[in-house]
């Protein structure tokens, strides 16, 4: 399983006590985006679609491309931007003959996405009871 996460780095620390209780940790992998803005630029629908496509089998690009109803010019650059974010990994396969193709995989068996966006301090001060209410309550 993966886990893509938003955040700092300090929200990702993993705790002990699975292993404090004997449990084994399960292997996965954790992307994370330092902003949002970064986050909604890897993860839209049109990826997500494409990984949901992959799924459990190596596909080559014009496969995936023909099963999309997309142009394979127009997939490549959703690979080469999931592909740092180990999302997917290709690889270069011989045909038989002398072509080459390349093959995508996806890197686990799930991916889960979740965001952690933190609160910033506030510039504004909060006043409480507001002025007009003192005493009313």
Known sequence: MSRLWTGSSL?????PEPLDRGEQLRPGLTVSFEHPADFRAVITPAHVRLLQEIGRRAVSIFALAAAL???PLAVRPN????EPQSLVRTRRVRNPGH??????????ASIE???????????LEP???PPDLKGTQ
């Open 79 to 82: 690979v080469a931007l999931l």
């Open 11 to 15: 929200a990702f620390t993993p705790r």
């Open 99 to 108: 072509a080459t193709r390349t093959l995508l995989e996806i890197t686990a």
């Open 113 to 123: 996405l979740g965001a952690l966006i933190q609160r910033r301090a506030s510039k």
């Open 127 to 129: 006043v409480y009871p």
């Open 69 to 71: 109803s997309r142009d």
